[in-house]
């Protein structure tokens, strides 16, 4: 039984300052009833953060929401696209619906909302959002076909997600989820929303420094 509206896990490799910045996204947004996953792939940054103050007051906000979140550092580094922390959260998820997040991108404050918008109370299984792409302020309209859309792009109903195989270690792994997705319900859509919360930042390189990738405010 679904206990939140919403979970969303968000692999973390190296990164903190980004990490911290999707964490307050998070905690910034206008619904609560959430469920995250911040998960660390055998990182020491991670494991640092862990064991700061700062995260036992965010749990506990959090909690006093009626949120709940999972924040833990995997044994040992495994690498790949993070498959291993997807397929953890995924069977571990007790929110009625699942979403994506990178932990160098953004999302809006109202990013759970507008997501759950329009399948919430839909027959949907699937949709799949309008995202901007920093640094070339271009918006991404994706679609349903290997390569033209992301995780981040999509919210699927939890049931049936946990059905599905589970996200491989290599290939499109994106693209082999959501097809996966497709072969299991003819009931998904592109959303009618024009707008977008959820910002991908293209990284330039490799410094930590979140300004290096905002391009709008």
């Known amino acids: 039984m679904a206990h939140f509206r919403i979970t969303i896990v968000v692999p973390c490799w190296k990164r903190p300052l980004r990490t911290r910045r999707m964490l307050e996204n998070i905690m910034a947004q206008d ?6 996953f911040f998960i660390g792939d ?6 640092e953060m862990m064991n700061s103050d700062e995260v ?3 749990r506990e906000r959090a909690s006093s929401q009626g949120s709940l979140l999972h924040l833990f550092n ?10 291993h922390i997807l397929n953890y959260a995924i069977d571990n998820a007790k929110g009625q619906f699942f979403i994506f ?34 640094p070339n302020n271009s918006m991404r309209a994706p679609q349903f076909r290997a390569c033209e859309i992301g995780h981040s792009e999509i919210i699927l109903r939890t049931c049936i997600l946990k059905g599905l195989p589970k996200v491989p270690s290599s ?14 319900s003819q009931k998904y859509k ?28």
């Open 31 to 36: 619904l609560t009833e959430w469920e995250a």
């Open 42 to 47: 055998g990182c020491a940054d991670f494991e």
């Open 56 to 58: 036992k007051e965010i």
């Open 74 to 83: 995997w044994h040992e580094h495994v690498g790949g696209w993070g498959q």
């Open 101 to 134: 997040a990178a932990n160098d991108d953004e999302i809006l404050s109202n990013h759970f909302r507008h997501y759950l918008s329009e399948i919430e109370e839909s027959p949907m299984d699937m949709v799949a959002y309008k995202t901007f792409v920093a």
């Open 171 to 184: 290939g499109t792994h994106d693209w082999s989820l959501i097809d996966e997705m497709l072969r299991a």
């Open 190 to 217: 592109q959303a009618l929303s024009q707008s977008w919360t959820y910002k991908v930042n293209q990284l330039l390189g490799q410094s930590d420094n979140p300004r290096n990738v905002d391009v709008i405010d």
